[in-house]
């Protein structure tokens, strides 16, 4: 069974930083890439970030510059580094693997195929 557990989420002050964890278990890990999305009451999901299986690294415009993704073959585990955080930054955030190893260039808007974890959430505010 594929599974794909998110942890790290949680309440955190704007301009302050937060470590999402995923663990994957199930699949070939480094025969996939994988992507964190994140969706807000009543807004569509977004992609956040994908990593292929060379670690080559894309995000979306809305992050860019403040969270890193990263992923450690060895441990099977995806994170994502989130800096300077903002109250629009408050969303579930899930971890999905992709159906291919590298990130095409739909990454954040071809949801078909994505197998994905429940979800962490993470709540920006003072």
């Known amino acids: 069974e594929v599974q794909l557990v998110e942890s790290g989420g949680g309440l955190v002050q704007p301009g302050k930083s937060l470590i999402l964890s995923c663990t994957v278990s199930?699949?070939?890990?480094?025969?996939?890439?994988f992507g964190w999305f994140r969706q807000a009451p009543g807004k569509e999901r977004e992609g956040v970030s994908c990593?292929?299986?060379?670690?080559?690294?894309y995000y979306g415009k809305s992050v860019v510059g403040r969270f890193t993704t990263s992923r450690d073959n060895a441990k099977n585990t995806v994170t994502l580094q989130m800096n300077d955080l903002e109250p629009e930054d408050t969303a579930m955030y899930y971890c999905?693997?992709?159906?291919?190893?590298?990130?095409?260039?739909?990454?954040?808007?071809?949801?078909?195929?994505?197998?994905w974890g429940r979800g962490t959430q993470v709540t920006v505010s003072s």
């Open positions: 999905a693997a992709h159906p291919y190893n590298y990130c095409a260039p739909s990454w954040a808007t071809d949801l078909s195929g994505l197998v």
């Open positions: 199930g699949l070939s890990f480094t025969q996939y890439a």
């Open positions: 990593i292929s299986w060379t670690s080559g690294r």
